[in-house]
């Protein structure tokens, strides 16, 4: 995809190759293809520093598509290895810390097992009394929910009813 963007010089050099064909160019314009987010690899990153040696920020920023500041940050993060300029964190594989452990969910399922049309207020008094389950119901219901133990069950779509129109007004025809 292609967007004009002002030329800081009057006078581009790559204006006519970089339209598309049967497109003019308006004097003072250039074309510039829309920046996309992409993720860096931490050896493209390393690429952009040492570039940073030889040339000017305006120049490496233009040619990795980047923001200045994203350089800078790369450039203080950097400390010689490649390893620092990979991604600091990352949940895969991590648990959410509010996740219910897995003596509750073990707990829960043996009680749906053993009472499999047992209901949910009275799966989270068994919970809240024998195991000292001490979450919100809805907590539990959401996880059962996630668990498919409680589907909605689904309606049926409105089917109308054909309508007797009244021949004449105040009378309809069901009732003579």
Known sequence: MLCIVKCETEFCCDVATSFPQGVAPRRGYIAKEEI??????????MYALKALRSADTLTVCRRYRVNRTTLWRWRRRYDGTIE????????KGMRH????????KKNIHNLLRRNPNIGLNELYGKLYRKYEYRRNPVTLYRYLKRCN???????????PKP????LILGVSGKWT
Not at 97 to 104: F, G, K, R, S, V
Not at 149 to 159: N, Q
């Open 84 to 91: 620092s300029l990979a991604p600091k964190f990352s949940r």
């Open 163 to 166: 309508y007797d129109t009244p």
């Open 97 to 104: 810390p509010n996740e219910q452990t897995d003596e509750e």
């Open 149 to 159: 133990v409680y589907e909605t069950p689904k309606r049926e779509p409105y089917k």
């Open 36 to 45: 996309f987010m992409y993720k860096f690899t931490a050896k493209e990153k």
